[in-house]
C-alpha cells in the first residue's frame, strides 16, 4: 500500500524534475508555476520521511533515496500509460503517438519501412516524427520530449544514461553527378579527391569525424569543404545541380545509386562505417506503442540491411 497522502502529481513532479535537472523547467514542463513544484515536492518528502533531491553546481540531483523512489515512480507512470493506451485501443479510441526523433540515414530508410508494417499491424497507431542531428535529439530523449531516436550511435560522452540497439551497420559513400568529372571511372585513387569541392557532414558531428578519418587514412590530411550540411535535401539538390563529391550516409542516396541519378565514386570508405540503431531511456519503460515501433523497426532492418 502506498502511504497515504500520495498523489500521482508527487510521482509527477519527481520524475519530471530528474528529467529537467532545475526546478523551473520541471514546472515548464508539467505547466506548473515553481511554488508549485516546490510545495509538492515537500510534500512528498514528508510523506516518505526521506529528502529525495538535493542541489548542487550541477542542478538538482536525486539523492540515493530519492533514485530508488525515482525508478520505480517512472516505470508505475509508465505503465499506467500503456494502461491507459490499451483501453484507448481496445474502445476504438486515439492512442497517444509515438514521438520518434529520427537522423537523416534512418529517415530515408528503415524508419518509413518501419511505419509501413506498424500502420499494417495496427491501423491506429500514430507517429509523430521529428528530424536532426543525432546529439541534440538525445538531448530532447534525455527530457521527456522523445519516445526513442533512430540513428546513428554518438559517442560514449553522448550516451550516458541511454541504451542503444543496433539495427545494421552502415558506411558514409562518395557520390557525384552523372557527368561529373569523376563519375563512372572503373577505378579511382584518393588522391583523385585533391582539389575537388567536397561537402561533408557538419563539424563536430559522429559522421564528420568518420569522414575525417576516412582522409587522414587517406593520407590527404585533413579536409577543407567547400560545403557542410546534414541536411539530405539540401545535400542532394547540390549534388545533382554542380560538381561537388558528397560525403553522404548510403541510406540518404540509396535510391538515387539505384535509379541512377547519382553515381558512386569507386573508393573503399569502410573506415566510415558504424552502427545504425534504436536508442531508448532504461529509466523509463517504454509503451506499447514504443514497443511495437521497435518490433518494426527490427523486422524492417533485418528486410533493408542497407549496404
Do not use: Y
Not at 508539467?30 to 553546481?57: D, I
Not at 567536397?198 to 559522429?206: E, H, K, S
Amino acid at each position: 500500500m502506498l502511504p497515504p497522502g500520495i498523489k500521482l502529481r508527487h510521482l509527477q513532479a519527481l520524475v519530471a524534475i530528474a528529467e529537467e535537472g532545475t526546478l523551473v523547467r520541471a514546472a515548464a514542463q508539467l505547466s506548473v508555476s515553481q511554488p508549485a513544484v516546490t510545495k509538492t515536492l515537500a510534500e512528498l518528502e514528508a510523506l516518505v520521511g526521506h529528502r529525495l533531491v538535493e542541489r548542487g553546481r550541477r542542478g538538482v540531483q536525486p539523492t540515493p533515496a530519492g533514485r530508488i523512489l525515482l525508478r520505480h515512480a517512472t516505470a508505475g507512470l509508465a505503465a499506467l500509460q500503456a494502461g491507459i493506451e490499451g483501453i484507448s485501443r481496445a474502445g476504438g479510441g486515439s492512442a497517444p503517438p509515438v514521438l520518434v526523433g529520427a537522423a537523416a540515414n534512418a529517415a530515408a530508410t528503415v524508419l518509413p519501412e518501419a511505419v509501413r508494417r506498424l500502420r499494417e499491424a495496427e491501423p491506429a497507431a500514430r507517429v509523430h516524427l521529428r528530424g536532426g542531428s543525432t546529439v541534440p535529439l538525445l538531448a530532447s530523449l534525455r527530457q521527456g520530449r522523445l519516445d526513442l531516436v533512430v540513428g546513428r550511435l554518438a559517442d560514449a560522452a553522448d550516451m550516458q544514461g541511454l541504451a542503444f540497439e543496433p539495427l545494421f551497420t552502415e558506411p558514409l559513400v562518395l557520390v557525384v553527378r552523372p557527368g561529373h568529372a569523376l563519375a563512372d571511372r572503373p577505378c579511382l585513387a584518393p588522391a583523385a579527391l585533391r582539389g575537388m569541392a567536397l561537402m561533408l557532414p557538419d563539424a563536430g558531428t559522429r559522421m564528420r569525424s568518420m569522414a575525417d578519418q576516412f582522409f587522414l587514412a587517406a593520407g590527404l590530411g585533413l579536409p577543407e569543404p567547400a560545403m557542410e550540411t546534414i541536411d539530405p535535401g539540401f545535400g542532394r539538390a547540390l549534388a545533382l545541380s554542380s560538381e561537388v563529391v558528397w560525403f553522404a550516409p548510403l541510406g540518404v542516396v540509396a535510391r538515387d545509386l539505384a535509379a541512377g541519378a547519382l553515381r558512386r565514386l569507386p573508393l573503399d570508405t569502410g573506415v566510415t562505417a558504424g552502427p545504425v540503431g534504436v536508442t531508448l531511456r532504461p529509466d523509463r519503460p517504454p509503451g506499447e506503442g514504443t514497443r511495437a515501433l521497435v518490433a518494426a523497426l527490427r523486422e524492417a532492418a533485418s528486410a533493408i540491411r542497407p549496404g
